[in-house]
């Protein structure tokens, strides 16, 4: 059975740990993006966080109702980021664009933390929030709901899926992450034209382009895709 998690109020009377600091929510989860970025999105467990708090490892479940909490947690912080940066312009395709990058870019900056928790859901309040906000520029550019919950499912999985595409890579050892690259060098741009004629032609393209991630690239496609939808039912211009 989890234990039972402590109100805030309660563990603000907390005395501070060895290290002197008086822990918190947000203290504990950036600590744990710490640990994360040293040990990687295999490294996080409650001796490891529990010594960098200089706190025995019991304490992080006054906080937390255990580790799958705290991943949540992550989760909510990556997103309140993304929305920290962010500021509605009231063009809906400039908006969506802003934040989809936005998402993308915070996931980016903690990699091993985006390995871990881009596939959660959180239901914590910045997560909400960041829905809410994706939902209210659809809505309020002139879709109608169906079509507004089909672009929302396809761009917030489109951008956290390329935010864990894109981290993995970044996760990867400097050595592993420039073999992989030099691979459309080293390998196809080198393969015969009378075996592989489409990636022969090509190949001086992939090698320029392919390092790079495609999201922009892929956010832009579904900016159009929205685009038309709403030209064809009468919706707001952009």
Do not use: C
């Amino acid at each position: 059975m989890a234990k039972a998690v402590v109100p805030e109020t309660a563990r603000r009377r907390r005395r501070p740990t060895r290290s002197g600091t008086v822990l918190s929510e947000e203290i504990i989860v950036r600590t744990a993006l710490r640990v994360l970025r040293e040990h990687g999105s295999t490294g996080l467990t409650a001796r490891r966080l529990g010594a960098a708090l200089g706190a025995d490892p019991s304490t992080l479940y006054r906080y937390f109702a255990g580790m799958d909490d705290l991943t949540r947690a992550i989760g909510d912080e990556l997103m309140g980021q993304a929305l920290a940066g962010w500021e509605a312009t009231g063009d809906w395709r400039a908006d969506l664009r802003a934040l989809g990058l936005a998402i993308h870019a915070s996931y980016l900056a903690h990699p091993q933390a985006a390995v871990l928790t881009a596939s959660r859901v959180t239901g914590r309040p910045r997560e909400i929030a960041v829905d809410e906000t994706i939902l209210g520029i659809l809505r309020g550019a002139g879709l109608p709901d169906p079509a507004a919950v089909r672009v929302y499912h396809a761009f917030i999985d489109q951008s956290l899926a390329f935010a864990a595409l894109d981290a993995g890579s970044l996760a990867l050892t400097d050595e592993a992450r420039t073999a992989d690259e030099r691979m459309w060098e080293s390998t196809y741009a080198r393969l015969p034209a009378e075996s592989h004629p489409n990636i022969a032609a090509t190949a001086h393209l992939l090698a320029r382009r392919m390092p790079h991630s495609a999201y922009p690239a892929a956010l832009e496609m579904l900016l159009e895709h929205t685009a038309a939808q709403l030209a064809r039912t009468g919706g707001g211009s952009g």
